[in-house]
């Protein structure tokens, strides 16, 4: 079993769409979680990240953590064309296991 | 400055060839990682430089070999590769090896091994 998994899309949507992409995790250990945002041709860029459980909201993304469920989400509102790109959750903890979920191909139709 | 550069952008390499990929960041950070990813893959960890030491290896194959110079610089020297290693090799630094969040990626060498 793998330690993140991420449904790897493509998922396409109109321009001023709600999306949401999901990804579950294995081991309850996991307190650090993170979205990255990876244009083709470029490296991942940090998006946003929680520590533990809870919402966290910057602009028109929202990242939402259920540690209960092991599953963490990425909300983007009004999504533009420019929002097209890979999304790629991560995880990891304090004993610096890190892992990156498959990604998520997102196109915004104007 | 708050980037991580890699050159060259592009490569194409002979099985026979020896290359060199370089990666230099200039933020102060103490960690330095080397991953490659494949097409529609996440980036999968090859190596981890921490204060300019080795400190993972993550069962890769001896054609690739990592050298840090310094705190700024990482290069990934290529010998005698094969087709299935084609892919985008990925720079990444942090702070040090404990700032979960603070990755910096760089933009990435795209090799094809002919």
């Known amino acids: 079993q793998k330690e993140v998994e991420q449904d790897p899309g493509p998922l396409s949507v109109p321009e001023g769409a709600i999306v949401s992409l999901n990804c579950t995790y294995s081991?309850?250990?996991?307190?650090?979680f993170m979205w990255y945002r990876q244009y083709s041709r470029k490296g991942p860029e940090l998006l946003m990240y929680?520590?533990?459980?809870g919402n966290k909201e910057d602009g028109r993304f929202t990242a939402q953590v259920d540690k209960s469920s092991k599953y963490i989400s990425l909300f983007i509102r009004d999504s533009q064309p420019s929002d097209s790109a890979t999304y790629l959750c991560?995880?990891?903890?304090?004993?610096?296991?890190?892992?990156f979920g498959t990604g998520t191909s997102l196109t915004v139709i104007p | 400055d708050t980037e991580v550069t890699q050159t060259p952008k592009h490569l194409v390499m002979g099985m026979t060839n020896k290359k060199s990929l370089k990666c230099e960041q200039h933020?102060?950070?103490?960690?330095m990682y080397w991953y490659k990813q494949k097409a529609k893959k996440p980036p999968e960890l090859m190596f981890v430089?921490?204060?300019?030491?080795?400190?993972i290896n993550e069962s890769v194959p001896s054609r690739f070999s990592p050298e840090c110079p310094n705190s700024s610089l990482l290069n990934l020297h290529l010998h005698a590769l094969q087709p299935e290693d084609s892919a985008l090799y990925l720079c990444?630094?942090?702070?040090?090896?404990?700032?979960?969040?603070?990755?910096?990626f760089g933009s990435g060498t795209r090799l094809t091994v002919v």
């Open positions: 933020m102060g950070h103490r960690a």
């Open positions: 990444a630094s942090s702070q040090d090896r404990t700032e979960i969040y603070g990755y910096t």
């Open positions: 081991n309850s250990a996991f307190q650090y």
């Open positions: 929680t520590y533990s459980s």
């Open positions: 430089y921490s204060y300019e030491k080795l400190s």
């Open positions: 991560a995880i990891a903890n304090t004993g610096n296991q890190f892992y």
